[in-house]
Nanobody, 121 residues
Framework: QVQLVESGGGLVQPGGPLRLSCAAS????????MGWYRQAPGKQRDIVAS???????NYADSVKGRFTISRDNAKNTVYLQMNSLKPEDTAVYYC???????????????WGQGTQVTVSS
């Protein structure tokens, strides 16, 4: 069984930094694109950033220049460094990964459980 486990959410003041981590655990799998989504109360879940296995990155316009996505392939982990946080960044952040199961010959998207990020003074 493959799982994504997130950590690093919490309460931060406007202008402050926060770093999220997401690690994939299990066996018999390989990871392709990893990414982060977020969902604010009453709103749809939107993409924040993504990174391919080769390191190509994409960002939502609202976070460009403030957020940085990275990954450690040896640790099956993706990170989201968030700087200059704004109240409008408040949301539940979800990690996602396209994972190929070598035991099932199956490619599908996995999701983490979500971690709350609150930006408030």
């Amino acid at each position: 069984q493959v799982q994504l486990v997130e950590s690093g959410g919490g309460l931060v003041q406007p202008g402050g930094p926060l770093r999220l981590s997401c690690a994939a655990s299990g066996s018999n799998f390989g990871i392709r694109t990893m990414g982060w989504y977020r969902q604010a109360p009453g709103k749809q879940r939107d993409i924040v950033a993504s990174i391919t296995s080769g390191g190509s990155k994409n960002y939502a316009d609202s976070v460009k220049g403030r957020f940085t996505i990275s990954r450690d392939n040896a640790k099956n982990t993706v990170y989201l460094q968030m700087n200059s946080l704004k109240p409008e960044d408040t949301a539940v952040y979800y990690c996602t990964a396209q994972i190929f199961r070598t035991d099932r010959l199956e490619l599908r998207t996995y999701w983490g459980q979500g971690t709350q990020v609150t930006v408030s003074s």
